[in-house]
């Protein structure tokens, strides 16, 4: 078993619809949770963390937590072509990030 | 405010040729981790260091790599007697501390192709 599994894509949504990523992890040690942004040849970038049971909403993304469940997902609102990338989920089980493959997101207009 | 700094961006090597790829950390952070991208792959955990230690390499290969974290100076990844394989995408993160609440960035990385 992976120790981060992401559905690889691609996600195809129209434009200003809700863009829905999901994530599952094995490690229940695990504490903190992160989602990078990784546009083409381009480096990740960090664009949400969350740590606790819940939702946590920053713009138009909202993540969302369940550890009961070894659950991760990212909504993004309003989706744009922009927003067209591949979401990398990370998870903090040791002292380093240990990642998913990522799920490749196409926005169309 | 510069952040991660790696160079170079892209690097060509022959076959049985060194390579070295050199990363800055964010400014305050002193805390370094390397991972490398192969094409359509995810990013692979490689080391993690501290300025002249190395905390974690279980994901380093036990041959012809090798990192360093010097008191003075940027972090450092050598690769010797490079082969095709080791063509992929290096990234260096840097981070504030470690344990569960730190958040790492990236580096614009190091594209590697052996020929």
């Known amino acids: 078993q992976k120790e981060v599994e992401q559905n690889s894509g691609p996600l195809s949504v129209p434009e200003g619809a809700i863009a829905s990523l999901n994530c599952t992890y094995s490690?229940?040690?695990?504490?903190?949770f992160f989602w990078y942004r990784q546009y083409s040849g381009k480096s990740p970038e960090l664009i949400m963390s969350i740590y606790s049971n819940g939702d946590k909403e920053d713009g138009r993304f909202t993540a969302q937590l369940n550890k009961a469940s070894q659950y991760v997902s990212l909504l993004i609102r309003d989706s744009q072509p922009s927003d067209s990338a591949t979401y990398l989920c990370a998870v903090n089980p040791r002292s380093f990030l240990i990642f998913g493959t990522g799920t490749r997101l196409q926005v169309f207009p | 405010n510069a952040g991660v700094m790696q160079n170079p961006r892209h690097l060509v090597r022959r076959r049985g040729q060194e390579a070295r790829l050199r990363c800055s950390p964010m400014k305050g952070h002193s805390h370094v981790y390397w991972y490398r991208q192969l094409p359509e792959e995810g990013l692979k955990f490689m080391v993690y260091l501290q300025k002249e230690n190395i905390i974690d390499e279980s994901g380093m290969p036990k041959e012809r790599f090798s990192a360093e974290f010097p008191k003075e100076g940027p972090s450092i990844l050598r690769i010797q007697q490079v082969v095709r394989g080791d063509s992929a995408a290096y990234f260096c993160?840097?981070?504030?501390?470690?344990?569960?609440?730190?958040?790492?960035?990236f580096g614009q990385g190091t594209r590697l192709t052996v020929v």
């Open positions: 993160a840097s981070s504030l501390g470690t344990g569960d609440f730190t958040e790492a960035f």
């Open positions: 490690d229940r040690v695990s504490q903190s």
